[in-house]
């Protein structure tokens, strides 16, 4: 199959190849390099070496955010530093050329009551036809542990049934985002939930051969997209949906299913800091339940306990880079 059609396509294969033994991700590496390999076709510089000047052109010419253009640069650095290991260049072209300055992204935070409401339609937009229900209640179990554990979107999909503790109240959540594991505490009223979840399953299907705690179609477990579409359904019958916003260099998040996990954040350290405790104390618990690898990913949050609306989020937003 041909990856690449500019006139380095045959070097790009070799780069590619050199980057996946090195053990990077290939859907990552081929989509960065796909991009500079269509700018290089699509702009057709003269024959010769690549200036500098070029790369700065192509920088204010792609058409996309800060991240995806710094992307870009990146992938065009790492392999001219590779085009001069192999000889085909005494210098690398792209090593002075700046990134773009990143846009500070202000995520949506549900308050409290808010995420109470979006439970509450949720749970009553679940059909009671015996072949809808459990499809129903499993898409809202999925959103009420984004909602009350801070999990990421892909969390709750992967549990296995005994990754759920009972006896503990706790979930074991395995290999996540950054290849770690970690066992978090379930609060009572959600461990409930679960409970009244598998007794209806059970009811309902007996004893299922699929495996996972939320389960899908056949031995699949349920697939992330019902999950956002339900979600984004609540969000508009409770009237929150906003569409995404950029102002300056500040960028206003539209609500995601992702933004509950934020959400748990923030109102966590709002809840520890009206009890007149300190915020800063809770963050390192609160990184290792989120399974956050740097301190900083955690702290972030702390720059929007003070910001009531959403509009005042530019005043509290710093220019480091949003967790994950």
Do not use: W
Not at 258 to 285: C, D, E
């Amino acid at each position: 199959m041909k990856h690449f059609e500019s006139f380095l396509a045959e070097q790009m294969d070799a780069f590619l190849k050199y980057r996946l033994n090195m053990g990077y991700s290939e859907r990552y590496q081929l989509s960065i390099l796909r991009m500079f390999d269509h700018y290089l076709k699509k702009a057709m510089p003269k024959p010769g070496r690549l200036s500098p000047e070029f790369f700065l052109e192509m920088r204010s010419s792609l058409k996309m955010d800060p991240v995806s253009v710094n992307s870009v640069i990146c992938m065009a650095r790492g392999f001219f530093n590779f085009m001069v290991r192999k000889g085909y260049y005494d210098k690398n072209p792209v090593r002075d050329v700046p990134f773009l300055r990143k846009n500070v992204v202000a995520p949506f935070i549900f308050s409290p009551q808010q995420t109470d409401r979006l439970l509450a339609v949720l749970c009553k937009n679940i059909r009671k036809k015996p072949s809808q229900y459990l499809k129903d209640l499993t898409i809202y179990v999925a959103i009420l542990l984004l909602a009350r554990c801070g999990m990421r979107i892909s969390e709750p999909l992967r549990l296995r049934l005994e990754h759920y503790r009972p006896e503990e109240k706790s979930l074991y959540i395995e290999n996540t985002k950054f290849k770690k594991d970690r066992l978090i505490p379930v609060p009572i009223a959600v461990a409930t939930e679960i409970d009244n979840y598998l007794q209806v399953r059970e009811s309902l299907h007996g004893t299922s051969q699929n495996l996972y705690l939320l389960p899908g179609f056949g031995l699949s477990r349920l697939h992330d997209q019902k999950v956002r579409d339900a979600f984004h359904q609540a969000v508009n019958a409770i009237g929150l949906a906003r569409p995404r916003q950029v102002i300056g260099n500040t960028v206003f998040s539209k609500p995601t299913p992702h933004s509950l996990r934020h959400s748990f954040a923030v109102n966590t350290l709002k809840k520890i800091k009206q009890r007149g405790k300190s915020p800063q104390h809770a963050l390192p618990v609160l990184a290792a339940y989120m399974g956050h690898v740097e301190y900083r990913s955690t702290a972030y949050y702390l720059k929007f306990l003070d910001a009531e609306q959403r509009e005042g989020l530019a005043s509290f937003v710093a220019s480091h880079p949003k967790p994950s």
